[in-house]
């Protein structure tokens, strides 16, 4: 049988045409596709035919490819580098009005990014945070530091920082960094109850006349001092060799001349105060024996009850340590709830807080409070008195928040009936 010839024309669909030597015939498009009579209409609905075929993640490749480059193209365009310019500036004076001090820090360094170190704004703005930073950070160490002693030199330095503060022109934001608004109230104290404040440093050296006077400065002061100073005027209570029998005294010898509108109050605001303290430092103070005789003993034998359900009630105090990050969140929370409201941060999370909880107004005043180093807080309920439990407010709070562990108060079995009295007192069974 003869040889059959086969023509070119006949294996168009696996040969290329002799005109073209690009090398790029598709088979699936049967042609190749720089081919001279292909129009353009004709090569994007092939294009798009061929895209048919090929994987998602080669298809997906392509379209960021193109779209990094278009985008590299417009951002080059000096209209575009005028807009990055403009909305980055407007996004940092926003953040100054503002004033919070984290979000004015992120905000001058991606400015600095897109506008260089050497723009003007950039440079004052960098000025501006780094001296709030400075004087956050000396209002942080006074308040880790703070003590009676040196009050005086510490407030005068502050007075002098907060007026610094002040002319740096920030926002609201600003105060809600704890340490910061710490400052400004310590401060608004300080010009009002500075003579009061004052006497707690020449009392020192009398154990007696200090804790009369801590006593009295908790029971008749504004709650904005104990809010301020009554961590470092608790603390130094624990310097003192025989603190928890002196302070019984004193608790008796003040509640005789001292009336408060209930009995209730004038035991819950004494233990409210020494709540701050941490829970073995309380224990050490009120629980240690001096000649064979604790606090419990000597409040005992006052013949009022008083002072012995003070004592007793700050030793049950459950606490609740709330991690910085939870804080913030209730006080955002709270925020929303009240419109612009202008409290520090952490009255903020405690009024959301006691929200949660349904604490009312009245009992609000009665938690103990203190600001942590890392920005959190410590709350103590008075469970004796009505308080939700501390497992009770973790749960409300969620992740951020821990009970703070105690020891078992074996010392506390003696005095059994102290303890079922304060329960009578408080109205529990």
């Known amino acids: ?75 080059a365009h000096p209209t575009a580098r005028r807009a990055d310019c403009e909305s980055q500036q407007d996004l940092l004076d926003r953040s100054r009005r503002w004033g919070e ?13 897109h506008l260089g170190a050497t723009d003007p704004l950039v440079k004052h703005s960098h000025k501006v945070v780094s001296r709030a930073s400075s004087v956050r950070q000396y209002c942080m160490n006074a308040y880790i530091q703070l003590s009676m002693h040196r009050l005086p030199q510490v407030m005068d330095e502050i007075m002098g920082h907060m007026f610094e503060l002040h002319q740096l022109l920030l926002g609201l934001g600003l105060w809600d960094d704890p340490f910061l608004s710490w400052a400004r109230e310590a401060e608004a104290v300080w010009r009002i ?13 009398s154990p007696s006349d ?43 010898n003040s509640l005789e001349e001292v009336k408060l ?8 605001h004494i233990a409210a105060a020494l709540g701050v303290l941490e829970s073995q430092w309380l224990e050490h103070a009120l629980l240690r024996q001096v000649q064979g005789r604790t606090s419990l003993d000597t ?19 459950e606490v609740v340590i709330i991690q910085p990050k939870a804080c913030a969140q209730l006080a955002r929370e709270a925020r929303h709830a009240q419109a612009m409201s202008t409290l520090p941060q952490a009255q903020r999370a405690i009024q959301q807080l006691c929200q949660r909880l349904g604490i009312h107004k009245q009992d609000m005043s009665y938690l103990s409070l ?40 074996g010392e506390l079995q003696r005095w059994q009936p102290g303890v079922e009295a304060l329960k009578q007192a408080s109205g529990k069974d």
């Open 1 to 75: 049988m003869p040889a059959k010839t086969v023509k070119f024309e006949e294996f168009q669909d696996v040969m290329l045409p002799a005109s073209c030597l690009c090398l790029h015939y598709c088979p699936w498009l049967e042609r190749c596709i720089c081919s001279p009579q292909m129009s353009a209409a004709n090569l994007a609905s092939q294009q798009a035919s061929a895209a048919r075929f090929q994987p998602d993640s080669v298809q997906k490749h392509k379209v960021a490819k193109a779209v990094r480059r278009m985008l590299s193209r417009a951002s």
């Open 101 to 113: 001090l984290g979000a004015l820090q992120a905000r001058v360094r991606t400015a600095s990014l």
């Open 193 to 205: 109850e500075q003579p009061r404040l004052r006497h707690f440093g020449s009392a020192l050296s």
């Open 210 to 252: 200090y804790c009369e006077a801590w006593v009295r400065t908790v029971l008749e002061s504004d709650p904005m001092l104990l809010r301020s100073f009554n961590r470092a005027m608790t603390s130094e209570l624990l310097k003192f060799p025989d603190a928890g029998s002196v302070l019984a005294r004193s608790i008796g």
């Open 261 to 268: 509108p209930s009995v209730q109050a004038e035991v819950r």
């Open 299 to 317: 409040a005992a034998g006052l013949g009022d009850i008083r002072a012995l359900c003070a004592l007793i009630s700050a030793l049950l105090t």
């Open 370 to 409: 203190e600001l942590l180093s890392n920005g959190g807080l410590r709350v103590g309920f008075q469970t004796v008195w009505g308080h939700p439990t501390a497992q009770s407010a973790v749960e409300a709070i969620g992740a951020g928040a821990v009970v703070e562990k105690k020891m078992p108060l």
